[in-house]
T-cell receptor, first 112, second 115 residues
Framework: GNSVTQMEGPVTLSEEAFLTINCTYTATGYPSLFWYVQYPGEGLQLLLKATKADDKGSNKGFEATYRKETTSFHLEKGSVQVSDSAVYFCALGRETGNQFYFGTGTSLTVIP | DVKVTQSSRYLVKRTGEKVFLECVQDMDHENMFWYRQDPGLGLRLIYFSYDVKMKEKGDIPEGYSVSREKKERFSLILESASTNQTSMYLC??????????????FGDGTRLSIL
């Protein structure tokens, strides 16, 4: 079947630290992969995406590379800011069908 | 930009009431979705719709129904609200998955409390 596993939080980092949030997936075929961010009291916003193997998605200093050999899509940022404090969701969209599959979310807190 | 609007940010209802949550999108998307979000459980799909008057059950449809009479509007109905339906409800829309890499676009959520 299809599923997404992401690292459990919460994660607490100091400002300017390096961030990695791990995400691995199980899927048939060639899914598209996404990272979403949810700020307190809001819905999910698309952060970045990748649609095929070795694609790198990037946005606002965040990056993630679609690794088919390791079935992973880890989120990274070189220097986090307090404003990056949020919950991050990894998601998989199937080639066919209309459903997405979401990880359980990783809460990030960045302290000054 | 795509806009998905949920009718209420916060809602308080009583046990046994019939509750309607409304969602409207302005981008002519075929697909619409209802999720609930609970701490430690992530997002769980309740129902989705891929066309007007069409609906499919998600992972946790029990106690819920949906209505899609117009393409832009997707309603979630709690037939007889119970306290275990207290949650954050998120609506989303998207183009068909056949258009590769199409994301889901989310509303701001409705925080529903059942007393």
């Amino acid at each position: 079947g299809n599923s997404v596993t992401q690292m459990e939080g919460p994660v607490t980092l100091s400002e300017e630290a390096f961030l990695t949030i791990n995400c691995t997936y199980t899927a048939t075929g060639y899914p598209s992969l996404f990272w979403y961010v949810q700020y307190p009291g809001e819905g999910l916003q698309l952060l970045l995406k990748a649609t095929k193997a070795d694609d790198k998605g990037s946005n606002k200093g965040f990056e993630a590379t679609y690794r088919k050999e390791t079935t992973s899509f880890h989120l990274e940022k070189g220097s986090v800011q307090v404003s990056d404090s949020a919950v991050y969701f990894c998601a998989l969209g199937r080639e066919t069908g209309n459903q997405f599959y979401f990880g359980t979310g990783t809460s990030l807190t960045v302290i000054p | 930009d795509v806009k998905v609007t949920q009718s209420s940010r916060y809602l308080v209802k009583r046990t046994g009431e019939k509750v309607f949550l409304e969602c409207v999108q302005d981008m002519d998307h075929e697909n619409m979705f209802w999720y609930r979000q609970d701490p430690g459980l992530g997002l769980r799909l309740i129902y989705f719709s891929y066309d007007v008057k069409m609906k499919e059950k998600g992972d946790i449809p029990e106690g819920y129904s949906v209505s899609r009479e117009k393409k832009e509007r997707f309603s979630l109905i709690l037939e007889s609200a119970s306290t275990n339906q207290t949650s954050m409800y998120l609506c989303a829309s998207s183009l068909p998955t056949g258009k590769r890499g199409q994301p889901q676009h989310f509303g701001d959520g409705t925080r529903l409390s059942i007393l």
